[in-house]
């Protein structure tokens, strides 16, 4: 697996990397609670060092828009 995002996102959540895409969301991975939000939004900050506003955590509805938030901080995902 390459996508360092979504090793994280598995990583954390507990499922297989093979499940999980740019489309997943709390919406359609059940282990994806609020919790679990709160855990990945430190394992994001942690692994790819950086600091998210509250703002920027509440955009990232999804895998794909997590990326795009670390894109605009110039983190290569």
Do not use: C, Y
């Not at 507990?14 to 282990?31: I, M, R, T």
Request: aromatic letters at 4%; a neutral charge.
């Amino acid at each position: 697996m390459s996508d360092a995002l979504i090793k994280l996102f598995a990583e954390v959540l507990q499922v297989e990397p093979s499940k999980l895409n740019d489309n997943s969301s709390p919406d359609n991975v059940k282990q994806w609670d609020s919790l679990a939000a709160m855990h990945l939004v430190a394992a994001i900050e942690e692994t790819f060092k950086v600091q998210l506003s509250t703002k920027e955590i509440m955009k990232m509805s999804t895998i794909g828009l997590a990326r795009k938030t670390l894109q605009g901080k110039n983190v290569a995902v």
